[in-house]
């Protein structure tokens, strides 16, 4: 059993610089856009289940086959495609290894880290600001602005999330591809 | 909210939460509790708090990137004129060095260093400064044009800081914030409890602790400032003895008069051979003398064959010291 320490670290160094070509791969292949991020957390989940047992050596290999056998299984639970189709779904996206995300330049970094700051809304951006810059708790900053505490609690966590889908890439606009993804077949009958 | 992101705004809860002062083991456990209730959980506070740390780069933008929208009240703005503020005053009472002003690399970047337990690492900071590490430590730089931060996440460190006009050089110290208006100083944390000694210049410790926001004290050469939870002295002593407390820069430990028991203490914390006092009446014993930091050998000769104390094994391999 690989410890969650490592296991953690694994995740973070490995997988998580995958999430770009990942939701882009779950968005080429599946009809539903809305469930792109459920899709995503799923995959993440089993891949950690899985590797929980044994650090896999190719993480892009590794995360590619879960999540093609993850959209396959969904498909066919879901009961809206045909066998054609599932015989189509073999032969799922051109690569079969989900490429890393370049490694970002300490300069590209801070430039992406200050894009997903300005597309924040005004209040949460300031108290992610006094987080980050002043070091201020969510008390000091409920004072510091004359909001509520709530107020602060509830900003800062959305801010979280919005810069972690920011940065790691995964919810920039959901776009749907030009040429629909397999599944997005309707079922025939 | 879809499933995940049902998980994804919990995660972001127990994110925010276990940075507030008040996280108590109590929360740790039920944060423990919750990941291992599901992998997904870890899946999703992994991933947040993976992309939280990244965002620690924010305070390496500058006051131009950050600066808020015109059409509104600028409090972040109001942190850098505090800092131009403190720097001008800075520049009329400041003793500083004469250190050249390097031009600074436009792209900074966190860097981190440790030493081990009876470790010992001179570390040379792009700016001028540098920095010297003392047994188990470890702090982390963040050095731009605008500004110079050191977080000391645990352990002891000497600083000689370049004085770069407009450019603060902030020591963060758990809930202590120490902002260099001077030289030479060093920091020791232990945990939440953090000691400032300052050679030369003056430094300004700040609690960063909720509701003590304001208060503050500047420190001088020969000055001792001691922060324990809320409350924070200082001590005026010789320069002397604040060199004293320093003399681990070259592997000596110096004690006058002090009692076995902090002496104790300054050992274990250098070697990874522990010393133990079961005994309040050997505790109390004075001893003065140097000593070399990692030689607990010629230490513990010295309590047997000049105090006559007993030194033996115990059974998990610390040396315990009676009479």
Redesign the interface.
Known sequence: MVD?QVL?EW??REV?PLERALSAFIRRNWRDA??V??L???V??R???GA?HGLPAQAGQFVYTVARNHLINRAKRARIVSFDVVVDLDAISGSDVLDPERQL???E??RR??L??DKLP?RCR?V????????L????TAD??GIGIDTV?KQ???G??A??NF??GGSAKVQRSRVPGLLARRPAR | M????D???RA??W??RR???LWSQTDQAALDRWLDE???H???F???E???Q????????SAR??A??PS?AG??LK?WHAGALAASLLLAIAFFGLHSRPALS????VDAFDTDIGGHRIVPLVDGSRIELNTATNLRTLISNKRRDVWLDRGEAFFEVAHIEGSAFVV?AGPR?ITVVGTQFSVRRDGDNVTVAVVQGRVLVED?T?GA?SASITVTPGDVAIGLGSSMMVVSKPVAAVEDKLTWRDGRLVFDGTSLAEVVDDFNRYNRQQLLISDPAVAAIRISGTFKASNVEAFVRLLKEAYGLKVELTADGKLKIST
């Open positions: 969650d953690k995740f973070c998580l809305a469930e991020v459920d995503r957390q799923d993440y989940e891949v950690l289940l929980r330049l300490a300069r970094e801070l880290i200050q997903g700051l005004p300031e992610v600001l006094l987080r980050k810059i002043r070091g708790s969510t008390r000091e510091e602005l609690e800062m966590t959305l979280m999330r810069l972690a940065m790691l | 879809t499933r995940s992101q998980i994804e705004a972001a809860e994110l925010m940075e507030q002062p599901s992998m997904s870890k899946a999703a992994w991933r947040l993976h992309a939280w990244m965002a620690d780069r924010i305070g390496a933008l990137d950050i808020p929208r509104r409090l972040p942190w436009p792209q900074p970047s963060h914030l960063t909720p926001s």
